[in-house]
């Protein structure tokens, strides 16, 4: 079935820090990736649309400045988190959809991303 | 914006028991997915539904797509230790990202 790897899956950096997560589907092509954040003991919370070949689409109130995305090919998308500070620590979970398809995202297994 | 009722928050069952879960929402949503998470890891696809009133199984499990589109259940038949996990269900409107529930926490007792 379709597979959706994401690297690293856990980071510990200090405060400041800009930390890129790499989002690849591996055997089907995604024009459209996805990001989410999801908090302890909380519900996964989407962050941006990542679209092959043009400008992600953010959600309100997520800076697009702090949360840099790059989808420069069709199973390749990166979030950048930039200066990153105690309060972006979380877990980051990105999601695939097979390109012309109607079928469900597949996601990874998530980074997560702690900040000291 | 969109937002997705999941209920119940957490249940705590005998295994062999069934349960059953359910999402409302107040928009109306094209397809219904339902999750299952573990501890660290990303969602694992459960059951996708596309159609208003779709009754869908997989093994033990059983979601409806309800016939307004503003509403899904899932059952789990019999339940067994590795059905432990925290559930979520999850809409989608369009060609944008998912919109989740706040989970069910499903705790088996043996």
């Known amino acids: 079935g379709a597979v959706v790897s994401q690297h690293p899956s856990r980071v510990i950096c200090k405060s400041g820090t800009s930390v890129k997560i790499e989002c690849r589907s591996l055997d089907f092509q995604a024009t459209t990736m996805f990001w989410y954040r999801q908090f302890p003991k909380q519900s996964l919370m989407l962050m941006a649309t990542?679209?092959?070949?043009?400008?992600?689409?953010?959600e309100q109130g997520v800076e697009k400045d702090k949360f840099l995305i790059n989808h420069a090919s069709l199973t390749l998308s990166t979030l950048t988190v930039t200066s990153a500070h105690p309060e972006d620590s979380s877990f980051y979970i990105c999601?695939?959809?097979?390109?012309?398809?109607?079928?469900?995202?597949?996601f990874g297994d998530g980074t997560r991303l702690s900040i000291l | 914006g969109q937002q997705l009722n999941q209920s119940p928050q957490s249940m705590f069952i005998q295994e062999g028991e069934d349960v059953s879960m359910n999402c409302t929402s107040s928009s109306i949503f094209n397809t219904w997915l339902w999750y299952k998470q573990d501890p660290g890891e990303g969602p694992v696809l459960l059951i996708a539904l596309y159609k208003a009133g779709e009754l869908t199984s997989n093994g033990r499990l059983t979601a409806q797509f309800g016939i307004t589109r503003k509403d899904s259940f899932l059952n789990i038949s019999a339940s067994i230790p590795s059905d432990v996990g925290i559930y979520f269900c999850a809409g989608r409107g369009g060609a944008d990202g998912l919109t989740f529930g706040k989970g069910t926490h499903l705790i088996i007792q043996p």
């Open positions: 990542s679209n092959e070949g043009s400008k992600a689409t953010y």
């Open positions: 999601s695939a959809r097979q390109a012309y398809s109607n079928q469900p995202q597949h």
